[in-house]
Nanobody, 123 residues
Framework: QVQLVESGGGLGQAGGSLRLSCVAS????????MGWYRQAPGKEREVVAA????????YYTDSVKGRFTISRDYFKNTMWLQMKSLKPEDTAVYYC????????????????WGQGTQVTVSS
């Protein structure tokens, strides 16, 4: 099994910044896709950003392009989401997700989830 633990959420102001972290432990992995998802009350969970573990190629949903940056340390099993120019619509619970398989894609979530961290952005 793989355990994912997020941190860094909290209260931010519109136009401000937050940095989320996700640390993976347990079964080792060296490939696949790790990403950030978010879910607001009454809305579907959506992918925000994702990164290929080997190679570091990234994906961003349109609403965060130019504002958020995803990165990872391959050897430390750690992923970050640097969130800048925050908007109230960024308010959600943010989840770390991992699909360690060779067939992992950005469009389908993997089997491992963190417990989530709340991000609240005031207007």
């Amino acid at each position: 099994q793989v355990q994912l633990v997020e941190s860094g959420g909290g209260l931010g102001q519109a136009g401000g910044s937050l940095r989320l972290s996700c640390v993976a432990s347990g079964r080792p992995f060296s490939r696949g896709v790790m990403g950030w998802y978010r879910q607001a009350p009454g809305k579907e969970r959506e992918v925000v950003a994702a990164i290929r573990w080997s190679g570091g190629m990234t994906y961003y949903t349109d609403s965060v392009k130019g504002r958020f940056t995803i990165s990872r340390d391959y050897f430390k099993n750690t992923m970050w989401l640097q969130m800048k120019s925050l908007k109230p619509e960024d308010t959600a619970v943010y989840y770390c997700n991992l699909d360690p398989s060779s067939s992992a894609t950005y469009s389908i979530s993997g089997p491992y989830w963190g417990q989530g961290t709340q991000v609240t952005v005031s207007s």
